[in-house]
Nanobody, 118 residues
């Protein structure tokens, strides 16, 4: 069973920072690709960042240089450090996992809301 639980969302002013966390079951953490997605009202779901089993990462152009995805092996936790936040980053952020990049949407958490005010 794969369990993903996000936390760390909130409200922040533009230019501020937040760190999202995703607690994962051990099987998902060691076996799967993991990613952060976001969805704003009226917009398509966007993959923000992805990390593979070896720690290689890839980011959406919209967040490159501002967001960092990382893993803490001891805590079985996935993170998304978000800096220099913009109002357009406002969305519900979801942790996802899958056995490959193509299957990255296999498992989802319930999400955590991030709101950035100007």
């Amino acid at each position: 069973q794969v369990h993903l639980v996000e936390s760390g969302g909130g409200s922040v002013q533009a230019g501020g920072s937040l760190r999202l966390s995703c607690a994962a079951s051990r099987y998902a953490y060691v076996s799967y690709y993991m990613a952060w997605f976001r969805q704003a009202p009226g917009k398509e779901c966007e993959r923000v960042a992805i990390i593979d089993r070896d720690g290689s990462t890839n980011y959406a152009d919209s967040v490159k240089g501002r967001f960092t995805i990382s893993k803490d092996n001891a805590k079985l936790t996935l993170y998304l450090q978000m800096n220099t936040l913009k109002p357009e980053d406002t969305a519900r952020y979801y942790c996802a996992a899958g056995q490959s990049v193509a299957a990255i949407r296999t498992y989802w958490g319930r999400g955590t809301q991030v709101t950035v005010s100007s």
